[in-house]
Nanobody, 121 residues
Framework: QVQLVESGGGLVQPGGSLRLSCAAS????????MGWYRQAPGKQRELVAS???????NYADSVKGRFTISRDNAKNTVYLQMNSLKPEDTAVYYC???????????????WGQGTQVTVSS
């Protein structure tokens, strides 16, 4: 069984910063791509940023230059540093990962429970 546990959300003023963390645990053989998605009320879930196992990154246009995704493979953890936050960044942020649970398995998709980020004065 695999779990993704997020932390670091909260309330922040416009222009402020937050750092989200997501740790994967359980029966993990290896982790492929990891990423962060977000879902605002009344909107579809959207990709914010992703990172491959060798550190190649991809960002939504709306967060380029403000957010940075990184990962620590030794800790099975992915991070999202969010700077210059705007009210439109308000959403529930979800961690995602493709994980192999054994050398013989195919990769499976896993999601965290979500963490609320609210940007408001």
């Amino acid at each position: 069984q695999v779990q993704l546990v997020e932390s670091g959300g909260g309330l922040v003023q416009p222009g402020g910063s937050l750092r989200l963390s997501c740790a994967a645990s359980g029966s993990i053989f290896s982790i492929d791509d990891m990423g962060w998605y977000r879902q605002a009320p009344g909107k579809q879930r959207e990709l914010v940023a992703s990172i491959t196992s060798i550190g190649r990154t991809n960002y939504a246009d709306s967060v380029k230059g403000r957010f940075t995704i990184s990962r620590d493979n030794a800790k099975n953890t992915v991070y999202l540093q969010m700077n210059s936050l705007k009210p439109e960044d308000t959403a529930v942020y979800y961690c995602h990962a493709f994980i192999f649970t054994s050398w013989a398995s195919t990769k499976a998709s896993y999601w965290g429970q979500g963490t609320q980020v609210t940007v408001s004065s």
